[in-house]
């Protein structure tokens, strides 16, 4: 059995979930390092990891591939069910409905939080590095954006710890967007919790100093 | 115990999707129409249920809650898993392997063929009828992004019956795009295999008539 494979840039925010989630279960893994800008992630190798040539791509111990950093996280929590931190999917020995109050907290990120914030990150941090010009529009109405669903996480995090729960689970992984988060009471006290987590400390750690 | 609720309006996509699963698992429910012009989905009851005023939201006959389509949709396989299509979250008696080669294809529509075709089906149908200006910009843009995402497609579509395999599953499910799929032998086949389900057909039948 070989180990466990993830491919991909660690500053990418789809690769530092999965590699949170892999530090969460205690799963040892190897990052082998994907070259954007060398376009190595549309390579004729890489695209027969990821169909869409895109971070990251996913090989099991066993050989399974996979992609899609969401698709691989819940594949982890299934096939490394009894190791690390069991309750990522839910409380252990819960049932569908606890699994599926994650989920919806996982699809929310994805659906509701997560474009707009990449929307400003990308307008806000990498379009001044990369010295292109910024879209003021566009901010604006991603701040918009960003500004309903962060009162929803607002409202949310009065009621619980975690979004899913008192228990930090698979909705709570790598949200790496902290300047657009500490305004807010629970948001900021929710913020402080999960990246104080030791595994999204090494996933920071690994984004300084990649293993080659 | 209840009966099982799907709150929203069937016209809506995200909404047809889980109605086409409960009609996949056998499952009878209700569907409670969601007036989204008087604005239902953003009344203080509704966000009880769906606290980002979004469709649909969810209820199950035991009063569990939930929001999110795909969600749902795992949680009425997961909580049904003995009824009905038992393949839809990969083979009976399959793993989390196989579980999770149908979850990376639902992420796959979910993030590369949605967006852009939902931005299409706007601009394309929505924005004439509503007599709104159409953005060629915009309609150029989405459909290189979705030409490529059907490239993917086609290829994986030479390779298997479905999406995630020779059995159709939650990846196949709820794709009412027709006009923008045909151009492409294998995504044409299966586009054709998709919306011929029994289950498909009754969800149309349902937003021509949705019941009261």
């Known amino acids: 059995m070989g180990s466990v494979k993830v491919f991909g840039p660690a500053m990418s925010t789809a690769v530092s979930r999965v590699m949170a989630c892999l530090l969460e279960k205690e799963m040892p893994f190897q990052l082998l390092p994907i070259h954007l800008p060398k ?31 969401r698709a ?4 982890i929590c299934d096939q490394f069910a009894g190791q690390g931190n069991r309750s990522l999917l839910g409380p252990e020995g819960g049932g569908a409905a606890d699994r599926a109050r994650v ?8 659906h509701s ?9 990308f307008q806000l941090v990498f379009a001044p590095s990369m010295r292109l010009k910024q ?26 710890r975690f979004l899913a729960g008192n228990e930090f689970s698979l909705a709570d992984l790598a949200t790496d967007k902290a300047e657009l988060l500490t305004s807010r009471k629970n948001v900021a006290r929710w913020w402080e919790d999960i990246s ?5 400390k090494k996933v920071l750690d690994m984004r300084g100093a990649p293993p080659a």
């Open 39 to 69: 376009a190595q992630h549309k390579s004729p190798d890489f695209l027969k990891l990821q169909p869409f040539g895109q971070v990251p791509a996913f090989q099991d111990g066993d050989g399974t591939t996979l992609f899609e950093s």
């Open 72 to 75: 691989i996280c819940r594949y």
């Open 103 to 110: 989920d919806q907290w996982v699809e929310a990120e994805a």
């Open 113 to 121: 939080f997560n474009p707009p914030s990449s929307a400003l990150v």
């Open 135 to 160: 879209d003021p529009a566009a901010i604006r109405e991603n701040e918009a954006k960003l500004r309903k669903v962060l009162g929803v996480y607002e409202r949310r995090l009065a009621e619980s």
């Open 196 to 200: 104080a987590r030791p595994s999204w």
